[in-house]
């Protein structure tokens, strides 16, 4: 069984993934108190709760994979555009100062970031990141994928993803390179035209806080455009936006700091934002995966925006394992 190590876990969506297309989870990393312990009443491996720059590979057992969803504040669209000059770019460093330390560094790297970390500084902050990893002997992919046209979950998410083999720099022009060839056949992944319906991820009984009754300023403007119980809305401050795709919009970290920020539904007892449960379904999470009681709805919102689609991390996953297991 192929093992499998975690960087800025979170609340462990991408360990989830890999779990469940059969690798073995032996340790999990993240320094935010509030994930922690969503992730530790959900999985049983060795987590540790530290800043990176304070980890050491010494703590760590070797795996055959790494991971990590680092930080993507620095590169999305919605923060400052610093990349590697914010100290949360600078993250990504760090992980490469873990894969030095290893006496057997991983033989497969998966990392994510937001859509648009490829196009960041014109391209120049991926060349450095390939430039940086191909230094270490990694062949390096990378992709944007949407959950939308790759599950079956119903969610309109973009992400970044950065997939790499120990097998040398330019293993992909190598056709004796069995992980590399056999990844470079199977990825991008099929697409998934099936879709749940949204419907069914909703709870049943729902508490009345959730509601936008004609106490809220904006409840006017919401009658008067939200009329479709089939699809999504949004209130964006100033007007509702219909989602016509009948897809939820991208889950944001920024849910947790505002109501506006939160997906809207029209339902039988009236018009309401998901609930936190719902949007870690539409994360792909399972209906068995737990929330703390005592953790605040803002950190339950932020966690399941800046969580990863499990479903998604499933299809890499099984991937990446039929190259692990060389099978051309």
């Not at 969580?307 to 297991?325: G, N, R, Y």
Request: net charge positive.
């Amino acid at each position: 069984m192929y093992k499998v190590g975690g960087l800025f876990s979170g609340v462990g969506g991408i360990e989830l993934g890999f779990k469940n297309q059969g690798f073995d989870i032996r340790w999990a990393n993240d320094n935010d108190i509030h994930c922690s312990k969503t992730y530790k009443i959900n999985h049983k491996h060795k987590y540790i709760l530290k800043d990176i720059h304070k980890l050491s590979a010494s703590e760590l057992e070797p795996v055959d994979v790494m991971t990590g969803g680092f930080p993507c504040q620095a590169f999305s669209v919605a923060g400052y555009r610093k990349g590697l000059k914010d100290e949360r770019g600078n993250l990504f460093f760090e992980i490469l100062r873990l894969i030095d330390e290893f006496n057997n560094p991983p033989k497969v790297l998966l990392l994510e970031n937001v859509k648009n970390f490829s196009t960041h500084d014109k391209g120049r902050t991926l060349k450095i990141l390939r430039e940086e990893l191909e230094n270490r002997d990694y062949c390096v992919f990378n992709h944007v994928l949407n959950t939308a046209d790759y599950t079956s979950i119903p969610q309109n998410r973009e992400r970044t993803f950065i997939i790499c083999f120990r097998e040398g720099r330019d293993a992909y022009l190598d056709s004796t390179q069995p992980m590399t060839t056999k990844f470079r056949m199977s990825f991008p992944p099929r697409k998934n035209n099936n879709k749940t319906d949204f419907k069914t991820l909703l709870e049943k009984n729902v508490d009345e806080k959730y509601y936008y009754r004609d106490d809220k300023y904006m409840y006017k403007d919401l009658i008067n455009d939200m009329k479709s119980k089939d699809t999504f809305y949004q209130w964006r401050r100033q007007y509702v936006r219909e989602n016509k795709s009948q897809l939820c919009p991208t889950l944001t970290a920024n849910m947790g700091t505002g109501g506006h920020n939160v997906p809207l539904i029209l339902t039988d007892k009236g018009i309401r934002k998901l609930t936190p449960k719902e949007c870690f379904l539409l994360q792909g999470f399972p209906k068995s995966f737990k929330l703390p009681k005592e953790s605040p709805n803002g950190q339950l919102y932020k966690q399941s925006g800046n969580s990863v689609t499990v479903k998604l991390i499933e299809v890499l996953a099984k991937i990446i394992k039929s190259c692990l297991d060389k099978k051309v």
